[in-house]
């Protein structure tokens, strides 16, 4: 299983990495528009994405 878990961050660290090496200006942009955000709907947006991918891992299995 802890092989399992660590494939599952390196994966997740490739993912993360795809949108500043394409596009650093827009990823940079991005951040920029995140940190104004307030606390409230950047809860929101985490818990969907959580969401997102316990359906995806749900339905994939």
């Known amino acids: ?3 399992d878990i660590i494939r599952a ?3 997740m660290l490739v993912f993360e ?3 500043p090496f394409l596009a650093p200006r827009r990823w940079r942009d991005m951040a920029s528009t995140l940190g104004k955000v307030d ?3 950047m809860r929101l947006i985490g818990l969907f994405s959580m ?6 891992l ?3 299995r």
């Open 17 to 19: 990495g795809i949108m």
């Open 39 to 41: 606390e409230s709907t």
């Open 51 to 56: 969401l997102l991918g316990l359906l995806l």
């Open 9 to 11: 961050i390196g994966l």
């Open 58 to 60: 749900f339905f994939w």
């Open 1 to 3: 299983m802890l092989e």
